[in-house]
């Protein structure tokens, strides 16, 4: 069964940074490109970033373009979200996407959500 | 730009059908799109993988009741034998020129 299991959200003043983390386990992590996704609050999805199974290819947002830096490391299943320079505008619920390929780019399973807030 | 269409909200009755839409913008009626559900205060769940032809993959432990299908620039998920915790949000998704796309989402009410 895949998991996806986010963590490091929390409370955080504008300006400063927050490093989210996503465990993966349940299917072989290097087959698969992954995917950070947001949702701020009452409102929908957006996607905020996605890295493919060798890191060769790395995507972000116009919205978190230069302040954002995904990461993988294969060896520990693990997928990384460095947040910079965070705004109040950032502040969402965080989820950890799997795609469904290499590189499709279609989300077949979802973390539980992790939440940041951006407040001063 | 590619853009996903969804109508804000829906509703059917218990035990009823209820079709849902997600219409594509022009010049991207060829791809696939991905449905997911959002139940209220949860992760969302990966329903189904869409084609342009009307084939469909669903997710594991899907019910039979969810399908999909496709017409043009519009891809359907059709929900029969409404339960009530079929009552949701549901979003479309894709990916186009290195970036997530998702619709705006559709409420779902089951009466």
């Known amino acids: 069964e895949v998991q996806l299991v986010e963590s490091g959200g929390g409370l955080v003043q504008p300006g400063r940074s927050l490093r989210l983390s996503c465990a993966a386990s349940g299917f072989t992590f290097d087959d698969y490109a992954m995917h950070w996704v947001r949702q701020a609050p009452g409102k929908g999805l957006e996607w905020v970033s996605g890295i493919r199974w060798n890191s060769g290819s790395i995507q972000y947002a116009d919205s978190v373009k230069g302040r954002f830096t995904i990461s993988r490391d294969n060896a520990k299943n693990s997928l990384f979200l460095q947040m910079n320079s965070l705004r109040v505008e950032d502040t969402a619920v965080y989820y950890c996407?799997?795609?469904?390929?290499?590189?499709?780019?279609?989300?077949?399973?979802w973390g539980q959500g992790t939440l940041v807030t951006v407040s001063s | 730009q590619l853009v996903l269409t969804q109508s804000p909200s829906a509703s059917a009755s218990l035990g009823a059908s209820v079709n849902l839409t997600c219409t594509l913008s022009s010049g991207h009626s060829s791809y696939a799109i991905a449905w997911h559900q959002q139940e209220p205060e949860k992760a969302p769940r990966y329903l189904m993988k869409?084609?342009?032809?009307?084939?469909?993959i669903k997710g594991d432990g899907i019910p039979d009741r969810f399908s999909g299908s496709s017409s043009g620039a519009e891809r359907y998920l059709t929900i029969s034998s409404l339960q009530s915790e079929d009552e949701a949000e549901y979003y479309c998704q894709t990916w186009d020129t290195g970036m997530g796309v998702f619709g705006g989402g559709t409420k779902l009410t089951v009466l």
């Open positions: 869409v084609n342009s032809d009307g084939s469909h």
């Open positions: 996407a799997k795609d469904r390929l290499a590189t499709s780019g279609l989300f077949d399973s």
